[in-house]
């Protein structure tokens, strides 16, 4: 092997280990980050946050599907279209048109709308994905009845309240049973 390929394999690894280490410090700001963005998404509206509960129970168990895929592409475009126009409107020395200023703030608005539906979608799979490994956890110590019951409480879940009274069952077997607690999102 030439001295090239050896430092190139070397710069992939340690660029590797970097990206690692910065996604690992990274996590909690953006998990916090996304839950602030999609609580400031409700406008403070205890009802529209009470969606995401709703939105949670019934999401258990299916595919996060397209949905994700789509609103991520949509808020790429419009913030890269947005950062295009001003770029060319920069480099030309020319006043933009008010076309193009409409467009480029259209586009900003776009890329934040996406971004904050991209936010509530995360949160609403965070809370589902946090049932499910309580109930995951926590099931080697329930009876199948009590897993069926408790199941049929989440599926009927409306509110935050429902939702940490649901997870509080399960929270309690796993706190009986001596386990340790996952975080909450």
């Not at 999609?38 to 403070?44: E, V």
């Not at 295009?84 to 709308?113: G, N």
């Not at 965070?126 to 099931?139: D, F, H, M, P």
Request: aromatic share 12%.
């Amino acid at each position: 092997m030439n001295k090239k390929t050896i430092l190139g394999v070397v710069g992939v690894i340690v660029l590797g280990a970097l990206g690692s280490a910065l996604w690992d410090f990274s996590k909690p700001v953006l998990s916090t980050f996304i839950a602030s963005i999609a609580n400031l998404s409700t406008l403070g509206f205890e009802s529209l946050r009470d969606g995401f509960y709703e939105k949670a129970a019934r999401s258990l168990g299916r595919p996060v599907g397209i949905g994700y895929a789509i609103t991520f592409i949509l808020s790429l475009f419009a913030l890269f279209s947005a950062a295009i126009f001003h770029v060319l409107s920069l480099s030309e020395k020319s006043k933009m048109t008010m076309a193009a200023k409409s467009y480029m703030m259209m586009c900003f608005m776009m890329a934040f709308i996406a971004f904050a539906q991209l936010s509530q979608r995360t949160y609403v799979m965070q809370l589902a994905n946090y049932y499910e490994l309580l109930e995951v956890r926590a099931s080697p110590f329930m009876s199948d009845l009590e897993i069926k019951r408790t199941r049929a409480l989440f599926s009927q879940v409306q509110t935050k309240k429902d939702f940490l009274i649901v997870t509080e069952i399960l929270s309690k077997k796993l706190r009986v049973a001596g386990e340790i607690l996952p975080k909450a999102p």
